[in-house]
């Protein structure tokens, strides 16, 4: 079965430069989620996408932006990168709010801020 | 927002004997409680999970229990192996419109051969 892809796998930026990851949920899945994985830490939400509108937003800085496009990926874009920022970055997808709540994770990206 | 307690944090069995692993939860609008399974700098593989509507449910060596009054539940793995060591999470999200999940810190299994 196809599962919930993203890329790159891992990166390796400077600080203050700029990263763009990307999602391509299930087929069919029309919700995103993007998570932060610290090491040793548990997922943290950042934000959420369903048919292309931002359904929820948690704890993601102002540095970071998200969108949905028309095919339901999703592209998580990140400035002025900061140490702090290096993390696991875990995309969910799930089939759609409202009928089923189970998220299914992507492989995530690894990135590494020098 | 909502919080979740997991414990114990680490948790070292012999194989074939039986893990508990238990979590609780602070708001009573959660009703979705799934359970993953993440292996070291993979992905977070659901394994199990349960709604607000059952109290019990059972995937084979693997049963997830929930106590909706007191606010938790618990995940059992029976006769274990050593490909069950990981680190195992709780979560709980709300529903409907709000689907988030908020995680507990983790449990780091090891399945002593």
């Not at chain 1, 929820?56 to 920022?85: C, T, V, W």
């Not at chain 2, 944090?9 to 009703?31: F, P």
């Not at chain 2, 659901?46 to 995940?75: C, M, P, W, Y």
Request: glycine fraction near 8%; hydrophobic fraction near 30%.
């Amino acid at each position: 079965a196809a599962g919930v892809i993203q890329s790159p796998r891992h990166l390796i930026k400077e600080k203050r430069e700029t990263a763009t990851l990307k999602c391509y949920p299930i087929p069919r899945h029309d919700t995103v989620y993007w998570y932060q994985q610290g090491p040793g830490q548990d997922p943290q939400f950042l934000i959420s996408f369903y048919e292309k509108m931002q359904s929820d937003k948690g704890s993601i800085p102002d540095r970071f932006s998200a969108q949905q496009f028309s095919d339901y990926h999703s592209e998580l874009n990140m400035s002025s990168l900061e140490l702090g920022d290096s993390a696991l970055y875990f995309c969910a997808s799930s089939p759609g709010q409202g009928w089923t709540d189970t998220q299914y994770f992507g492989p995530g990206t690894r990135l590494t801020v020098l | 927002g909502e919080n979740v307690e997991q414990h114990p944090s680490t948790l070292s069995v012999q194989e074939g004997d039986s893990a508990v692993i238990k979590c609780t939860y602070s708001d009573s609008a959660s009703n979705y409680f799934p359970w993953y399974k993440q292996e070291l700098g993979k992905r977070p593989q659901l394994i199990i999970d349960i709604r607000s509507n059952v109290g019990e449910k059972k995937d084979q060596r693997i049963a997830v229990t929930l106590n909706k009054t007191a606010k938790h539940f618990s995940l059992h793995i029976t006769e274990t192996q050593p490909e069950d060591s990981a680190v195992y999470f709780c979560a709980a999200s709300k529903g409907p419109n709000d689907y988030k999940l908020s995680f507990g810190a983790g449990t780091t299994v090891t399945v002593r051969a």
